[in-house]
């Protein structure tokens, strides 16, 4: 039977944490068995491939491995350093340790949870007390990934690699093709966004990731652009759902009704014993808002939002009109 | 779930710790490491296996009874390891995002925050990476206090609610359950009102008072959440939508059993809900964008909203 990958992962890490000196290829093969087999049953080739994809696990895992000059026979040699690769003191005390553990919990995705809790182990081997997870905080926050773009923009915003994909506009029919150097990762309300620079737009765009189609490319070679100091993905995409609005509009409410709309009033006053008026945010949006309202809400001011509206509300009470494309919200 | 990555990463660490702690309880020792005792074992019978050198005959010695684990040649290659870049952002972008909740009790709040400064100090450059991802949650901050004290005090809740289906307020008594944060934060719940499970999006609660009477939940499996907070039942009644390319988000918001490609870059999107009338908001949302197509009642009873929203402009004209 083969020898399973983790054993043959630990015993490169156990030899390359326990020399003084830089060991070579062909040293380290004759020294773990899993080498010596897959040398012995296949080619040279495979067992080259083999020991780089190994180095490159347990790098992931965060060893810091070196190559020096073996001094018995001059060729590469490997070793992990103890003083490259301790980590340094951390004191946490039972509190502190216990919000960690409970923070640790909220990715719902594979490699961050792994990571999450592999760090967590990392710190109670290194003596971080281990307690129960408090009780009575009945609150669960959970980080949702469910774009499968969300891996490989990780890893490439990570070591600063381009990327291209396909990517489908807000309303747009057609996917098209996006070249970027990819930034920052954002979640919000539940949704993942991608900052990065645009090569073939020559600017910065932010990408919603569930819009992304098929497969994440990597690209060779560096960044052409100079990354911000501060990437604020956030406010980019509120600006695009509506907040941060600069203008306001006035609409008439029936009482009693559209609670979220009286809860971001600005101001409101009872017209008479069936409608209230309110001054209301006025951003990207707000005419599809509004429309969920059916006719609870009428649209007083500005003309051309309700003039959207009326649109709107006939789109759907007409004999089932589905006409062209309407602007949408972007990103 | 233990994949070769996993399971090394853990091993490292696994003699870490049983370096400082001879005669470490089995069950302790998978407590401390959020593994089964069944996966400890698994690690335990992989580390004899391995050494720094397998000529040499030097194996870590290391045995288990099936209660306590002992090393008999302990050495130094077990020191504590730095972290790596992706364990360093997972915890610091996870502990970030958790002290941002509004909600969170003051005490977790600060207790966090210290750890976090903790861990990027000793993370060092590590730590870079974890400013390029970010998550925001969103919780209302007295309504979730509330909840939170309710729970904590086992109490029946009441609620003003508005339910953004059927486009009113509600007023019912919910036993909470727990609450969970998917962006927004949410009230899982035991409804007394409707005798069933609800969630409650906290940012739709216009008022709340914590009731003396205790909360008395029936046992319920907690929620799988790997697809969504919205799992609707096989025997929900199904609704198709059809929508243009500029709603194509209804297939992002809404879990669906299909959505179809149609030749002009929308989608026929089917979907199951245990409120189908909820749905008429989505239909007056589109627009122009998409419609119901079945069932056909619905679809009428979208039409007849508009119409009725429609009045509204006439008369004010």
Excluded at chain 1, 133 to 138: C, D, H, N, V, Y
Excluded at chain 2, 182 to 196: A, K, V
Aim: net charge negative; glycine share 8%.
């Amino acid at each position: 039977m083969a020898i399973a990958k983790a054993e043959r992962l630990m015993n490169l890490a156990l030899c390359l944490m326990n020399t003084r000196r830089p060991l070579s290829k062909r040293e380290l093969r004759e020294s773990i068995e899993a080498y010596r087999e897959a040398w012995a049953q296949g080619s040279e080739d495979a067992f080259n491939r083999m020991f780089e994809r190994d180095k490159d696990d347990l790098r992931e895992l965060g060893l810091v491995i070196d190559v020096d000059e073996n001094t018995l026979d001059g060729e590469a040699g490997y070793l992990a350093r103890p003083d490259r690769n301790r980590l340094p003191e951390i004191a946490l005390d039972a509190e502190e340790a216990a919000a960690l553990s409970l923070a640790a919990k909220v990715w719902q995705q594979a490699r961050l949870s792994g990571a999450a809790s592999g760090a967590l182990q990392k710190l109670r081997a290194a003596g971080v007390p281990y307690t129960e997870a408090p009780a009575g905080t009945a609150l669960e926050p959970y980080i949702p990934v469910r774009e499968a773009a969300f891996e490989p923009l990780l890893l490439a915003a990570r070591d600063r690699r381009p990327v291209s994909f396909d990517y489908r506009k807000a309303g747009a029919a057609v996917v098209e093709p996006r070249s970027v150097e990819p930034w920052a990762l954002e979640c919000w309300r539940g949704h993942w966004y991608l900052a990065g620079w645009d090569r073939d737009r020559g600017a910065s765009r932010v990408f919603r990731l569930s819009r992304i189609a098929g497969k994440v490319r990597s690209r060779q070679g560096a960044f052409t652009a100079p990354v911000p100091e501060h990437v604020d993905v956030r406010a980019t995409v509120a600006r695009f759902a509506g907040e941060g609005a600069t203008a306001t509009a006035t609409v008439k409410v029936r009482g009693g009704s559209a609670y979220p709309l009286r809860a971001k009033a600005l101001a409101q006053r009872q017209v008479d014993c069936e409608w209230d008026e309110l001054e209301i945010p006025y951003g990207r949006g707000l005419a599809a808002d509004l429309s969920e309202y059916g006719a609870d809400v009428v649209v007083l001011a500005p003309q051309e939002l309700r003039a959207e509206l009326i649109e709107r509300l006939r789109a759907v009470a007409g004999p089932a009109v589905r006409a062209g494309v309407v602007e949408g919200e972007q990103a | 779930m233990s994949n070769a990555i996993d399971q090394t990463r853990r091993m490292l660490s696994l003699v870490t710790y049983l370096r400082e702690r001879p005669g470490a309880e089995v069950a302790e020792v998978a407590r401390a490491f959020g593994i089964s005792e069944r996966e400890l074992i698994a690690d335990l019978n992989v580390l004899p296996m391995c050494g720094t050198s397998f000529r040499g005959g030097d194996l870590l010695d290391i045995d288990t009874d099936g209660e306590r684990i002992w090393w008999h040649n302990v050495d130094d290659v077990a020191q504590p390891l730095r972290l790596a870049a992706d364990e360093a952002t997972a915890l610091l972008v996870a502990a970030r995002a958790v002290a941002s909740l509004p909600g969170l009790r003051d005490r977790d709040r600060q207790a966090l925050t210290r750890a976090v400064v903790k861990i990027e100090n000793a993370a060092g450059e590590t730590a870079e990476g974890s400013a390029r991802v970010g998550v925001t949650f969103e919780a209302e901050g007295q309504v979730f206090a509330d909840i939170d004290r309710a729970l904590s005090e086992g109490r029946r809740i009441w609620l003003r609610y508005y339910s953004h289906g059927r486009g009113g307020m509600t007023e019912r008594e919910v036993d909470p359950i727990r609450l969970l944060t998917e962006g927004h934060t949410y009230l899982d719940g035991w409804c007394r009102t409707s005798e069933d499970r609800r969630l409650f999006r906290l940012d739709r609660v216009a008022e709340i008072k914590v009731l003396d009477e205790p909360a008395d939940p029936p046992r319920l499996e907690p929620r799988d959440l790997s697809q969504g907070l919205v799992n609707p039942a096989a025997d929900d009644p199904e609704v198709v939508v059809e929508v243009g390319p500029g709603g194509r988000w209804v297939a992002e918001y809404y879990t669906h059993d299909t959505a179809e490609e149609l030749p002009d870059g929308g989608l026929r999107i089917t979907l199951r809900s245990s409120d189908p009338s909820g749905l008429r908001t989505l239909a007056l949302r589109l627009g122009a964008d998409g419609r119901i197509v079945r069932p056909a009642p619905l679809a009428e009873q979208a039409r007849a909203a508009a119409r009725a929203a429609l009045a509204g402009y006439e008369a004010a004209e």
